[in-house]
């Protein structure tokens, strides 16, 4: 009867071993964990140098990470949140949820960045996603909202992008914003709660355009060789996104959390994101981008609102939105 107690024994030391490994939770948006998106990759890399078991849990689109935290509060089991971007940094920083990161890290944005907690791991420009042989592309949120072109956006509610595109119009237009809002209306087929809903219908055809990012036609282009999706360049500029993690105050894995934080800038994860998450680096991959990048859009202005201005705004901005939209 020996070999059911050395079966016994196994098992044993495996559940010790198991109970022993420290367990980083990362809250983060649905695509990031996806099959497509760089969760895969990021967590096997971490956990080869890391002892720890990473644990990336999808919550809904971006702006619905913060939503969480906030009704969570303390009692919450992340240890990381990785999503917010810039335009709801300010309103996560007024949670006092989150601790500083400490980190300083040489970066390859477009802005300068300084935020004691809030760490950039990518970036990359809004922008208005089309099929290349559509008859007539617009070249502005006005010749949009003139056309008959028709758009699928996302909800600002539960959305960055769908943020975005308000921070978008206030920042290009500021008082005029609500009569762009107002001539867009018809345009718009139907809002998503979240970016994958909306390209998911783009690619079905239910609309002319799609609200997504100036480096999404590199998908195509590199992952299935298909050259037909392109980006319409905007004369009012682009609004940039800066996508951040940060740790929570509550963790109990302090050190650990610092640690993925610093991780996420160096090469493994920063290698992945411009095929994995498509966005452009926050700090540049030695091998350089990846061919194919070469072919996008380069918006002549960017646009980005601070973040203390753009949460200021947002309501404002909503209510613009929402008026235009009930119409």
């Known amino acids: 009867m020996k070999l059911p107690v050395l079966a016994a024994g196994f098992v044993l030391t ?42 990336l849990i999808g919550a809904g689109d971006g702006a619905a990470l913060l939503a969480r935290v906030q009704l969570e509060g303390a009692r919450t089991e992340a240890d990381v949140v ?37 760490l950039p791991f990518d970036w990359g420009w809004f922008a208005f996603v089309h ?3 559509m008859a007539k592309v617009s070249a ?32 290009a237009y500021g008082d005029r914003a609500a009569g762009i809002w107002q001539g867009l209306a018809d345009n718009i087929v139907t809002v998503t709660p979240g970016w994958s809903e909306a390209y998911g219908l783009f690619l079905e055809g239910e609309a002319d355009m ?24 905007f004369a009012e500029g682009h609004y940039l996104q800066v ?25 493994p994860v920063q290698s992945v994101i411009p095929t994995t ?25 960017s646009l980005l609102l601070p973040p203390e201005e753009a949460r200021a705004l947002r309501q404002g901005a909503l209510a613009e939105w929402q008026s235009a939209l009930s119409r």
């Open 277 to 301: 998450n498509w966005m452009y680096p926050a700090k540049r991959p030695q091998a350089g981008l990846p061919a194919g990048f070469d072919t996008l859009v380069q918006p002549a202005r």
């Open 14 to 55: 495996a559940t010790v071993a198991a109970a022993e490994t420290p367990v980083l939770t990362v809250l983060t948006y649905d695509s990031f964990t996806s099959e497509w998106g760089p969760g895969p990759a990021v967590e096997t890399a971490f956990e080869a140098v890391c002892g720890c078991d990473l644990r």
């Open 131 to 133: 099929k290349r042989d």
């Open 243 to 267: 996508e951040v993690a940060g740790k929570l105050a509550s963790t109990d894995q302090p050190e650990l959390a610092d640690r993925f934080l610093r991780f996420l800038l160096e090469e």
């Open 82 to 118: 990785l999503g917010l971007d810039t335009n709801l940094t300010a309103a996560a920083a007024a949670t006092d949820l989150f601790a500083p990161h400490g980190i300083e890290a040489t970066l390859d944005l477009p802005v300068a960045w300084q935020d004691p907690l809030f």
């Open 140 to 171: 502005s949120f006005e010749e949009l909202a003139a056309s008959d072109a028709t758009i699928v956006i996302q909800d600002p509610r539960s959305s960055t992008p769908g943020l975005g595109l308000l921070m978008w119009v206030k920042a």
């Open 210 to 233: 799609v609200l997504s990012y100036t480096t999404s036609p590199a998908y195509h282009l590199i992952s299935e060789k298909d050259d037909s999706k392109a980006a319409a360049a």
